[in-house]
């Protein structure tokens, strides 16, 4: 069996799925992984699937690619560009996108069960592949431990991954520590008493109300935060009313904070609850406001030692000036979810997936990327296939083999 990567990929990006309803993408794989001779489960979390191969005696290393796109109308003009469209977790019919690259995590994984099941006698223990759904909501990784991954699969010693990004393609980052932020998505809901337009007097007006909340939010990370500690607080949603002369009773936020210290992550939230409490209280609303979280990521954090091991092993792989650190990215992530279920270190790198021609070496250096080049979630980001696809599978199997057993024979 020899994996077209590059038809496999086309194929991904041209029928990307929006999260838990990655049945297709699921069915491919598991269909590949069996044809390789793995062992493979299903149906993990809704829509998972691991694989195992065992090979002996030996440690147990997990790799893990994630599966689902985005609700984003593309807009690369590829010629396999996605016009699939979906039902989102409210009902909306929505574009659908690989716009963050999963595409290219699945096809890379699937690259590299396939070159580790082909050249068994080079290593020894037990490789234990893993496509997760439902990344972008930040519950994927949660809904597949839930189901019981870790009693239909070894528990594994190390977890290691990678994300493409808006970096030179046959490049990768690593960064030990704190290496992406911690996401939280909030709800507030805050009530009010409706009416008309011309009777302000008669009501007490939630629109108001969100608009005080929005601006005094913009306070809490300059004034409550420490310089030398950062997080980011974005209202991203205000939604209130139905015509311009009534006055709604209610009024919706969508909130979005990030930060990579877990204290101030407590801080930034309860502050966020505080004020929206004491608006509420100073607008005369009738009740306090509701709170609902969604999708909420943990910092991923990448073990020190094993980050240094591991990135070694990267640039035998790719080339000693081909790795580097990227520092912190306020971006974020749930594969930290699998190692601390696991109780085991994590490793998670990015993976260069754009033209090396667009990128000034000393600007990359000092941290700097090409201000016009399409970010994940851009409706125009799209990952060039050569040599992004041969370096993610060199990057996953340099990764494994580092952390696995030595040759059987």
């Avoid at 000034?360 to 000092?366: E, R, S, T, Y």
């Avoid at 040599?387 to 696995?404: C, I, Q």
Wanted: aromatic letters at 6%.
């Amino acid at each position: 069996m020899s994996l077209d990567l590059a038809a496999i990929y086309r194929d991904l990006h041209a029928n990307p799925e929006l999260s838990f309803q990655e049945h297709r993408t699921a069915a491919i794989v598991a269909e590949t992984l069996t044809g390789l001779g793995f062992d493979v489960v299903t149906g993990l979390g809704t829509t998972g699937v691991a694989g195992v191969l065992a090979n002996g005696a030996g440690p147990k290393v997990l790799l893990r690619a994630d599966m689902d796109a985005l609700p984003v109308l593309e807009d690369t003009g590829l010629p396999y560009a996605s016009t699939a469209r979906g039902t989102d977790a409210d009902g909306n019919d929505v574009p659908v996108m690989h716009a963050c690259g999963h595409d290219v995590h699945v096809t890379c994984l699937l690259g590299a069960a396939e070159r580790m099941a082909a050249e068994r006698s080079r290593w020894s223990g037990t490789l234990v592949v893993v496509f997760q759904p439902a990344e972008e909501l930040g519950g994927g990784a949660e809904s597949m431990v839930a189901d019981g991954l870790f009693d239909r699969v070894p528990r594994p010693d190390i977890v290691l991954g990678q994300h493409v990004a808006p970096l030179p393609a046959g490049f990768a980052g690593v960064h030990a520590g704190v290496a992406m932020a911690a996401a939280d998505e909030l709800t507030v809901r805050v009530h009010g008493v409706g009416g008309h337009g011309s009777r302000p007097e008669a009501t007490i007006d939630p629109v108001l109300l969100a608009a005080a909340i929005t601006v005094r939010l913009q306070g809490v990370v300059a004034r409550e935060i420490a310089a030398t500690d950062a997080a980011v607080v974005t209202v991203g949603q205000l939604h209130a009313g139905t015509k311009h002369n009534i006055i709604p009773s209610e009024a919706m936020l969508g909130i979005n904070v990030r930060s990579f210290d877990e204290s101030v992550r407590t801080k930034v939230l309860t502050a966020i609850e505080r004020i929206a409490t004491g608006e509420a209280a100073a607008s005369g609303a009738p009740r306090d406001p509701d709170f609902d979280y969604g999708a909420r990521f943990p910092a991923t954090v990448n073990d020190a030692d094993a980050s240094e091991r591991t990135a070694a092993a990267l640039r035998r792989a790719l080339g000693e000036g081909r790795v580097f650190d990227p520092g912190v990215v306020s971006g974020s992530e749930d594969v930290g979810v699998f190692a601390t279920a696991a109780g085991v270190p994590l490793v998670y790198w990015f993976l260069g997936g754009f033209d090396p021609s667009l990128f000034d070496p000393a600007a990359l250096a000092a941290g700097r990327l090409p201000e016009n080049l399409p970010s994940n979630h851009s409706p125009k980001f799209a990952p060039v296939i050569d040599p992004t696809l041969e370096s993610g599978v060199a990057a996953l199997v340099a990764a494994a083999r580092e952390w696995l057993g030595a040759s059987v024979g």
